[in-house]
């Protein structure tokens, strides 16, 4: 039976509309980016699918343009649409972070930094540069390592926080393995740069690690 002919408060379009996205379920959410199904499926049955063949919703949106194409009624298009709303998300967390200090907006901080680093495959150390008020200066991808480990060079990220004329910033990382408990590396590591940092004025108010779940805080375990 077509989309159309089903009861209202059962289409995804309609259910959304009236209730709002967070009602949902993560099918229904890609019915409506598909908008249309295949011969005898229905786009929540494909949705339904392609949910079952990637292993999730998470593992679809970071699939690559090969892979993304390489299963039905997905295709280089459909890429490119799903490549763009994941950019204007990003950009619209970094605007909402952008408007006031990031101390008063935990929330807002992990989530920008969640959709950043969390659909990187191998290890991307980051700063998240901020000025005297705290406002986001900018954010960048320094170092990119392996599936294990990224090499940080304490030279370079006092280098680029001079550029920025931080005064102050956010250290961060992801673990691949999902897991965002701190190794004693990360906790070397992390002392090292505030030292480094100190020596030209310039604070380190926090290190998230980035994995399944909640970004870890090194600031609220003590660990800073």
Request: with cysteine.
């Amino acid at each position: 039976m077509s989309i159309r002919n089903w009861p209202a408060q059962d289409r995804p379009r309609e259910r959304l509309l009236e209730y709002g996205a967070s009602s949902l379920t993560d099918a229904q959410l890609l019915a409506i980016f598909l908008r249309t199904g295949v011969a005898g499926r229905s786009a929540v049955d494909l949705a339904r699918d392609l949910l079952g063949q990637f292993g999730g919703l998470r593992a679809l949106l970071q699939a690559d343009l090969r892979t993304f194409s390489a299963h039905l009624g997905l295709g280089p298009a459909k890429f490119a649409q799903l490549q763009a709303v994941l950019e204007m998300s990003r950009r619209h967390l970094a605007e909402n972070l952008s408007r006031e200090s990031v101390l008063e907006s935990p929330t807002a901080v992990r989530e920008y930094l969640t959709a950043q680093l969390r659909h990187e495959e191998h290890e991307v150390f980051g700063c998240l540069f901020l000025d005297a008020k705290h406002r986001v200066l900018a954010f960048e991808a320094l170092f990119h390592g392996t599936i294990d480990g990224a090499n940080v060079y304490l030279r370079q990220v006092v280098k680029r926080a001079l550029a920025h004329n931080a005064a102050a910033l956010i250290l961060c990382h992801n673990h691949p393995s999902g897991s965002v408990e701190p190794s004693q590396a990360d906790c070397r590591l992390t002392a090292q740069i505030k030292e480094a940092l100190a020596l030209v004025d310039v604070r380190v108010l926090d290190h998230f690690i980035i994995g399944e779940g909640v970004p870890l805080s090194m600031a609220e375990r003590g660990l800073l």
